[in-house]
Structure formats: structure tokens, C-alpha cells
T-cell receptor
Framework: GAGVSQTPSNKVTEKGKYVELRCDPI?????LYWYRQSLGQGPEFLIY????????DSGLPNDRFFAVRPEGSVSTLKIQRTERGDSAVYLC????????????FGPGTRLTVT | AQSVAQPEDQVNVAEGNPLTVKCTYS??????LFWYVQYPNRGLQFLLK????DNLVKGSYGFEAEFNKSQTSFHLKKPSALVSDSALYFC????????????WGLGTSLAVNP
């Protein structure tokens, strides 16, 4: 079946602009996770949704970052006033539910802030 | 602080030889442990996990890992390496009593030489 998809695959934006990154999880998966991965690093946790609600958003670096999942399926990660330090690959993962520890990852969105 | 360590940045093995990618963890409580693989320009793929039970767990593509509680290790192994196994491997841990936030190692680049 279809895996986790993320759009766009690449995004180049200017410093100070607003961007939205989209994640479409595996159908029926109730848990959704956002991570950020910089070159040579492991994924860095950002936020975890169980259904429509953010169960843990402690990884969001500051208030420029926000994520939503209004219908419990597709999620959007929103970054305001982008900075060059936001450049990274943003990964989305989903799992069957919050008790299923096996996460399935999308291919990521490579964000470059110039 | 909780952490996962992968002491080797890179591992080189000849095709057909056994391979080991090392991982140690420092997580309170009973850890849940995972291995993921990342191929170039592709998302992270789940390989295997240890939750409870037999210390030797078998996963995808012929990989296995051994949980060693006394050494706080979870090394990834494969009896006979393939060139196609060349990729970046990540170990991750989760304190199941806490939240769904995975703690990641920095990754080990595996190169299998023909």
C-alpha cells in the first residue's frame, strides 16, 4: 500500500518568508510525528500528534514553528519568518497508534533558506 | 540525560563477511530499541525492534540485533553482508514509560565493498 508521502520534496525560500510542509500519513495511522534532520545528524524530534491533537510539542524549537492536523490525517508543519538555521530535511512519520512503536517515515522535505 | 551512542561513524566490510554496527544506550526504565536504515535520497526504513522477550531479534533483509542489558547495548548484525546493504544506519531508543519521543544516535555509515 501507499507509504507516507511528503510535499514538496524540495523547497527553497528566502530568509523571512513563510513556508508550509505537508505530510500525508499511511491511511488509518492515528499517530503522526515530525522530525528535523541536519546533515550528519540523527533525526531531531519536533512534535507528535495522536489523532487531531498534539500530544507532545516539546521539540518545536520556538514559536515560529507550528503544526496542525485538523482532521486527524494530513498534517502541515508551518514555519514563519524562516531563518537560514531552519535549513534541514524535515521528516514525517506515522504509526498505527500511539502504542505502536514502529514508525514509518516519508522521504522528507529538504528546506533551504537563502 | 538520556542518549543513544553509535561509536563508529563508518564501518567498512567486504561483501560476504559478517557485519556489526554498534549501539549503546542510556535510557531510564525498560528501553524499547530500534534500528532504522536510510538509503541515499530516501526516507528512514524500519529494520527491527526490541520490546521484550528474546534478546535476539530478527528483522528485515536478514539483519538481526542482540539486546544486552548488562552492557546496555543493541548491536546490529548480519552474517553475510551485501553491497546493497551500504547505507546509513540509525539506532534509536524510547522510554516506554515516558512518551513516544525517540532518542536517536548520530548514525553509522556502512560501506560494503565488492
Amino acid at each position: 500500500g501507499a507509504g507516507v508521502s511528503q510535499t514538496p520534496s524540495n523547497k527553497v525560500t528566502e530568509k523571512g518568508k513563510y513556508v508550509e510542509l505537508r505530510c500525508d500519513p499511511i491511511s488509518g495511522h492515528t499517530a503522526l510525528y515530525w522530525y528535523r534532520q541536519s546533515l550528519g545528524q540523527g533525526p531531531e524530534f519536533l512534535i507528535y500528534f495522536q489523532g487531531t491533537g498534539a500530544a507532545d510539542d516539546s521539540g518545536l524549537p520556538n514559536d515560529r514553528f507550528f503544526a496542525v492536523r485538523p482532521e486527524g490525517s494530513v498534517s502541515t508543519l508551518k514555519i514563519q519568518r524562516t531563518e537560514r538555521g531552519d535549513s534541514a530535511v524535515y521528516l514525517c512519520a506515522s504509526s498505527v497508534d500511539g502504542m505502536s512503536y514502529e514508525q514509518y517515515f516519508g522521504p522528507g522535505t529538504r528546506l533551504t533558506v537563502t | 540525560a538520556q542518549s543513544v551512542a553509535q561509536p563508529e561513524d563508518q564501518v567498512n566490510v567486504a561483501e560476504g563477511n559478517p557485519l556489526t554496527v554498534k549501539c549503546t544506550y542510556s535510557v531510564s526504565g525498560n528501553p524499547y530499541l530500534f534500528w532504522y536504515v536510510q538509503y541515499p535520497n530516501r526516507g528512514l526504513q524500519f529494520l527491527l525492534k526490541y520490546i521484550t522477550g528474546d534478546n535476539l531479534v530478527k528483522g528485515s533483509y536478514g539483519f538481526e540485533a542482540e539486546f544486552n542489558k548488562s552492557q546496555t547495548s543493541f548491536h546490529l548484525k548480519k552474517p553475510s553482508a551485501l553491497v546493497s546493504d551500504s547505507a546509513l544506519y540509525f539506532c534509536a531508543a524510547l522510554n516506554a514509560g515516558n512518551n513516544r519521543k525517540l532518542i536517536w544516535g548520530l548514525g553509522t555509515s556502512l560501506a560494503v565493498n565488492p
